[in-house]
């Protein structure tokens, strides 16, 4: 009986036990699939929390995982993706939906990983922001492209003031033109003064698959000029998969954007290709800036084998716009009243009516088709090589007033230029009596009559980067390589439009070789219009002379570059070298005469990079860096001849930049954050500045200030906060310290070339505050999931320490009273995302934007440094004399797009 009862009693609690069992453990199912492209995720890992309980999804993207004990909950994460946390109950879990990372970039499949250099986290020591793609095509909407970089540390975007594609970028207190710009690894920056136009590049937000943002010196292995930051831009290839998109948006002042695009995907024969259209247009959101343009990108991609592959991608964005410069507070003030509504900071100067229709003095038109063919060999399973060969063409330029006195600028009652009277004007001009008359013509002359010109630019572009990768072992692994490029640009101005004149005789050469070849002046009568369209005409043509310069430029550029690196689970580092020449020479056909002049001495300059770091990896969240490096930088060529011509700038040398910078990362499930502090010192710099030195009202003048010198130092913060698996808190800061330290000399030219003031003027620049950005800001994000597909954000930022640019004026005497402080500003926007899943992983998405929801009024750039003093008109403490910029007030867009 007892041995009975006992065999029960076991029976019974082992069938408890299997039946708690059951209870506690069960089965979870479930779909990992891209909360943006509703894609499935293949590979991703599914672990049960506080266990090493897991698996992986299936070429379907399934799991299926048998939990234990303990949390029931489940981590998923994915290469590219943040980690997230789910509540795990047994059964089927549904389709789970994980965000892309805003952290790593490296996970990428592009074309010519071995010429882009993408810095991984946690790994290579430099102080980084990475913007996805999902996070371009949402942002983006009708804004430039810089601005989708404004929410990271130390960048600071000046709008679209001025027009379309006028968006300029600092970042740590260096302008465009010291930051280096790379699209897949190739250098994009102009060769002869550094300079980027966003209007050239106006579809960037299209193409665009990521953005990485290396502060400092950075970490390409290139000697190219990342004096503040390198921005690496990694464009669309050919897709792996099928697939294509077409979206509608629609904004403030009439802007509307249509953009197609399809992949064919990879077949069996390791053939793919990509095409890509869009058209944009709108009226500007200041008075009279209009502006249209296009955009295409194709991509043809071969793979052969697993060795080889290949690609040919080729895109451009041929586009026209009005635009507006800087002026005076007081010119904003219409009716002045004192104030300046938002209405009134709209006004821009540069605009009228011909015929009923709108019309402009200043007008940039461009086109810059660029086509590159990338070749990746896996020579090995230890050895590769990368090379890509680029080319550009470009085509262009800008358009002004071309006549003396108060013939260009008749305003009506509207304070709008009248262009009809202008024309009235040159058709009531009486030529009869003069030694230019030609019977039946109306031909204006030097100081009578206007006309629009066109200040052309046209350039040739060719250059070629390869690297070879080899690793020694599993730690060690080393990079040498080669880049090449040559440039020829072509510069001049000709008649646009007569405006009314049959011709325009000039005889103002003063004594230049123009005045030998034409002893009786040149009458200008063909008019060569202003369109970015007209790719295929030879506006170099010789049938017509140029009018007022002529002066082209050959350079070329050789570079080697090696790099050594050492990584493991905890440590990595590494070391780079770099050497280049460059060379240059100037031809003037205008200047001079005689052939052995025309052609300058080819000038010759060398320079080097090194740079060095290390990232330590505490354990599985902290991380250490470190890095350090120097620049002796070559001069920009138009730094190298003095007063547009052919004579040599013999005190120009070589620019050194000392770069040093430290960070601290964590990592978590929850919770990211970055900390990095920097020290930039720059020596013997060179600055070429535009603006407005012979105050006739226009933005055309330059000045050039000789060895420079400029302190950077500063602390950056960047975190992102994932309290709940539907809310996300984001945020940065920095603070910096940016001043000149010496005195300099500058010389200034007028936009006719003609010198203002004496030679090597002095300017008292010792301790001076580096401005047009803000040394101070800082901001906070948020994106909070409502329900599933339907989402809602905003971001608000805060700048202040906002100085205004250095004007030779204002620093001439030594008891000046330093950079001028403008008003700080903080700025509030706000989104909603909609995001309509469909069969066959289509997504259908509508967004909305609003940017300025406050229609915070602020200036955004000043050119003067015009201290209010007792009785003076101010606004918000600004002397009303000051040439500022406004930023936009409030603007929207919103989209609809279809993603299969």
Same mark, same amino acid.
């Given at each position: 009986?007892?041995?009975q009862?006992?065999?029960?009693?076991?029976?019974f609690?082992?069938?408890?036990?299997?039946?708690?069992?059951a209870?506690?453990?069960?089965?979870?199912?479930?779909?990992?699939?891209?909360?943006?492209?509703?894609?499935?995720?293949?590979?991703?890992t599914?672990?049960?929390?506080?266990?090493?309980?897991?698996?992986?999804?299936?070429?379907?993207?399934?799991?299926?995982?048998?939990?234990?004990?303990?949390?029931?909950?489940?981590?998923?994460?994915?290469?590219?993706?943040?980690?997230?946390?789910?509540?795990a109950?047994?059964?089927?879990?549904?389709?789970?939906m994980i965000?892309?990372?805003? +952290?790593? +970039?490296?996970e990428?499949?592009?074309?010519g990983?071995?010429?882009i250099?993408?810095?991984?986290?946690?790994?290579?020591?430099v102080?980084?922001?990475?913007?996805?793609? *999902?996070?371009?095509?949402?942002?983006?909407?009708?804004?430039?492209?810089?601005?989708?970089?404004?929410?990271?540390?130390?960048?600071?975007?000046?709008?679209?003031?001025?027009?379309y594609?006028d968006?300029?970028?600092?970042?740590?207190?260096?302008?465009?033109?010291?930051l280096?710009?790379?699209?897949?690894?190739?250098?994009?920056?102009?060769?002869?003064?550094?300079k980027?136009?966003w209007?050239?590049?106006?579809g960037?937000s299209?193409?665009?698959n990521a953005?990485?943002?290396?502060?400092?010196?950075?970490?390409?292995?290139l000697?190219?000029?990342?004096?503040?930051?390198?921005?690496?831009?990694?464009?669309? *290839?050919?897709?792996?998969?099928?697939?294509?998109? /077409?979206?509608?948006?629609?904004?403030?002042?009439?802007?509307?954007?249509?953009?197609?695009s399809?992949?064919?995907?990879?077949n069996?024969?390791?053939?793919?290709?990509?095409?890509?259209?869009?058209?944009?247009?709108?009226?500007?959101?200041?008075?009279?800036?209009?502006?249209q343009?296009?955009?295409?990108?194709?991509?043809?991609?071969?793979?052969?084998?697993?060795?080889h592959?290949?690609?040919?991608?080729?895109?451009?964005?041929?586009?026209?716009?009005?635009?507006?410069?800087?002026?005076k507070?007081?010119?904003?003030?219409?009716d002045?009243?004192?104030?300046?509504t938002?209405?009134?900071?709209r006004?821009?100067?540069?605009?009228?009516?011909?015929?009923?229709?709108?019309?402009?003095?200043?007008?940039?038109?461009?086109?810059?088709?660029?086509?590159?063919?990338?070749?990746?060999?896996?020579?090995?399973?230890?050895?590769?090589?990368?090379?890509?060969?680029?080319?550009?063409?470009?085509?262009?330029?800008?358009?002004?007033?071309?006549?003396?006195?108060?013939?260009?600028?008749?305003y009506?009652?509207?304070?709008q230029?009248?262009?009809?009277?202008?024309?009235?004007?040159?058709?009531?001009i009486?030529?009869?009596?003069?030694?230019?008359?030609?019977?039946?013509?109306?031909?204006?002359?030097?100081?009578?009559g206007?006309?629009?010109?066109?200040?052309?630019?046209?350039h040739?572009?060719?250059?070629?980067?390869?690297?070879?990768?080899?690793? +020694?072992?599993?730690?060690l692994?080393?990079?040498v390589g080669?880049?090449?490029?040559t440039?020829?640009?072509?510069?001049?101005?000709?008649?646009?439009n007569?405006?009314?004149?049959?011709?325009?005789?000039d005889?103002?050469?003063?004594?230049?070789?123009?005045?030998?070849?034409?002893?009786?002046?040149y009458?200008?009568?063909?008019e060569?219009?202003?369109?970015?369209?007209?790719?295929?005409?030879?506006?170099?043509?010789?049938?017509?002379?140029?009018l007022?310069?002529?002066?082209?430029e050959?350079?070329?550029?050789?570079?080697?570059?090696?790099?050594?690196?050492?990584?493991?689970e905890?440590?990595?580092a590494?070391?780079?070298?770099?050497?280049?020449?460059?060379?240059?020479?100037r031809?003037?056909?205008?200047?001079?005469?005689?052939?052995?002049?025309i052609e300058?001495?080819?000038?010759?300059?060398?320079?080097?990079?090194?740079?060095?770091?290390?990232?330590?990896?505490?354990?599985?969240?902290?991380?250490?860096?470190?890095?350090?490096?120097y620049?002796?930088?070559q001069?920009?060529?138009?730094?190298?001849?003095?007063?547009?011509?052919?004579?040599?700038?013999?005190?120009?040398?070589?620019?050194?930049?000392?770069?040093?910078?430290?960070g601290?990362?964590?990592?978590?499930n929850?919770?990211?954050?970055?900390?990095?502090?920097?020290?930039?010192?720059?020596?013997?710099?060179q600055?070429?500045?535009?603006?407005?030195f012979?105050?006739?009202?226009?933005?055309?003048?330059?000045?050039?200030f000789e060895?420079?010198?400029?302190?950077?130092?500063?602390?950056?913060?960047?975190?992102?906060?994932?309290p709940?698996?539907?809310?996300?808190?984001?945020?940065?800061?920095?603070?910096?310290?940016?001043?000149?330290?010496g005195?300099v000399?500058?010389? +200034?030219?007028?936009?006719?070339?003609?010198?203002?003031g004496?030679?090597?003027?002095?300017?008292?620049?010792?301790?001076?505050?580096?401005g047009?950005?803000?040394?101070?800001?800082?901001?906070?994000?948020?994106?909070?999931?409502?329900?599933?597909?339907?989402?809602v954000?905003?971001?608000?930022?805060?700048?202040?320490?906002?100085y205004?640019?250095?004007d030779?004026?204002?620093?001439?005497? /030594?008891?000046?009273?330093?950079?001028?402080?403008?008003?700080?500003?903080?700025?509030?926007?706000?989104?909603?995302?909609?995001?309509?899943?469909?069969?066959?992983n289509?997504?259908?998405?509508?967004?909305?934007?609003?940017?300025?929801?406050l229609?915070?009024?602020?200036?955004?750039?000043?050119?003067?440094n015009?201290? *209010?003093?007792s009785?003076?008109?101010?606004?918000?403490?600004?002397?009303?004399?000051?040439?500022?910029?406004?930023?936009?007030?409030?603007?929207?867009?919103?989209?609809?797009?279809?993603?299969?």
């Open positions: 009986m007892k041995t009862l006992f065999k029960r009693i076991a029976l609690a082992i069938m408890g036990l299997f039946a708690f069992s209870f506690s453990q069960g089965t979870v199912t479930g779909t990992i699939v891209d909360s943006e492209t509703n894609e499935i995720l293949i590979g991703a599914i672990v049960q929390v506080g266990t090493t309980n897991g698996t992986t999804t299936d070429a379907d993207g399934n799991f299926s995982l048998s939990l234990t004990g303990g949390q029931q909950k489940i981590i998923v994460s994915f290469i590219g993706y943040t980690t997230q946390e789910f509540d109950k047994a059964g089927n879990l549904g389709t789970i965000d892309q990372s805003s +952290i790593s +970039i490296g990428l499949l592009v074309i990983n071995g010429v250099d993408i810095a991984q986290d946690r790994e290579t020591p102080a980084v922001s990475t913007i996805k793609l *999902a996070q371009i095509q949402t942002k983006s909407g009708n804004l430039e492209f810089p601005e989708v970089m404004k929410n990271t540390p130390s960048v600071y975007v000046a709008s679209q003031a001025g027009g594609g968006s300029r970028i600092n970042i740590r207190g260096f302008d465009q033109e010291n280096a710009l790379l699209f897949n690894g190739q250098p994009v920056n102009g060769m002869e003064d550094g980027v136009y209007s050239n590049w106006q960037l299209e193409i665009a953005i990485q943002i290396q502060r400092g010196l950075g970490s390409s292995k000697a190219i000029s990342s004096v503040g930051a390198t921005i690496n831009v990694v464009t669309k *290839a050919t897709d792996v998969k099928e697939g294509g998109r /077409v979206s509608v948006l629609m904004g403030n002042d009439k802007y509307q954007k249509y953009t197609a399809y992949s064919t995907g990879l069996d024969k390791g053939w793919g290709m990509s095409i890509l259209l869009s058209h944009w247009e709108g009226d500007g959101y200041n008075d009279g800036t209009q502006g343009g296009q955009t295409y990108f194709v991509s043809v991609g071969y793979k052969p084998s697993e060795k592959s290949f690609n040919f991608s080729a895109t451009g964005a041929p586009q026209w716009h009005n635009q507006n410069y800087s002026k507070l007081s010119d904003y003030d219409r002045g009243d004192g104030d300046i938002n209405d009134e900071q006004y821009n100067s540069n605009w009228g009516y011909k015929n009923g229709k709108v019309w402009t003095w200043r007008k940039n038109f461009y086109h810059k088709p660029v086509a590159n063919l990338n070749w990746d060999w896996n020579i090995n399973s230890k050895s590769s090589l990368s090379t890509v060969f680029y080319a550009s063409v470009g085509q262009g330029g800008g358009t002004g007033p071309f006549g003396r006195g108060s013939t260009s600028y008749i009506d009652s509207d304070g230029i009248d262009f009809d009277q202008i024309i009235s004007n040159n058709k009531a009486d030529s009869s009596g003069e030694d230019f008359n030609i019977p039946g013509k109306t031909i204006g002359k030097y100081g009578t206007s006309f629009r010109r066109a200040s052309m630019n046209l040739k572009w060719k250059g070629l980067v390869a690297n070879f990768n080899h690793e +020694i072992n599993s730690n692994s080393y990079n080669a880049d090449f490029r440039y020829y640009g072509q510069h001049f101005r000709q008649v646009d007569l405006l009314g004149l049959d011709g325009y005789w005889n103002n050469f003063n004594g230049t070789g123009f005045q030998e070849n034409y002893p009786g002046g009458v200008y009568t063909v060569n219009g202003s369109s970015p369209y007209m790719f295929w005409k030879d506006r170099n043509r010789e049938q017509e002379a140029k007022d310069y002529h002066n082209n050959r350079i070329s550029y050789s570079g080697i570059f090696g790099q050594l690196e050492y990584k493991n905890i440590v990595s590494f070391v780079q070298a770099a050497l280049s020449t460059q060379h240059y020479q031809f003037d056909y205008h200047t001079y005469s005689d052939p052995d002049e300058s001495e080819k000038l010759n300059h060398e320079g080097f990079n090194l740079k060095a770091g290390g990232n330590y990896n505490i354990n599985d969240q902290h991380n250490v860096f470190f890095n350090t490096g620049y002796s930088r001069p920009f060529f138009d730094d190298l001849f003095l007063n547009y011509t052919n004579e040599v700038n013999e005190d120009v040398g070589n620019e050194g930049v000392l770069g040093l910078e430290a601290y990362g964590y990592r978590s929850t919770f990211d954050v970055d900390v990095n502090a920097y020290y930039t010192k720059w020596t013997d710099r600055i070429r500045q535009t603006g407005d012979d105050n006739d009202g226009e933005r055309d003048d330059v000045a050039l060895n420079v010198g400029q302190n950077h130092l500063g602390i950056e913060i960047e975190f992102e906060a994932r709940t698996q539907d809310l996300t808190i984001g945020g940065f800061a920095s603070i910096g310290n940016w001043e000149f330290s005195n000399e500058a010389n +200034i030219w007028d936009e006719n070339r003609n010198p203002i004496g030679e090597n003027q002095t300017l008292y620049l010792d301790g001076v505050k580096v047009d950005a803000a040394q101070t800001s800082f901001g906070i994000l948020a994106n909070y999931k409502i329900s599933k597909g339907l989402s954000d905003a971001d608000y930022r805060n700048y202040s320490n906002l205004a640019r250095i030779p004026s204002s620093f001439g005497e /030594v008891d000046h009273k330093g950079s001028l402080e403008l008003p700080s500003f903080g700025l509030v926007d706000a989104g909603v995302s909609y995001r309509w899943y469909m069969k066959n289509s997504v259908m998405k509508f967004r909305v934007n609003v940017n300025n929801v229609n915070k009024q602020f200036i955004s750039q000043s050119d003067t015009i201290h *209010a003093e009785g003076d008109d101010t606004w918000e403490g600004i002397n009303m004399d000051n040439k500022v910029f406004f930023g936009n007030g409030t603007t929207w867009n919103a989209s609809v797009s279809l993603s299969f």
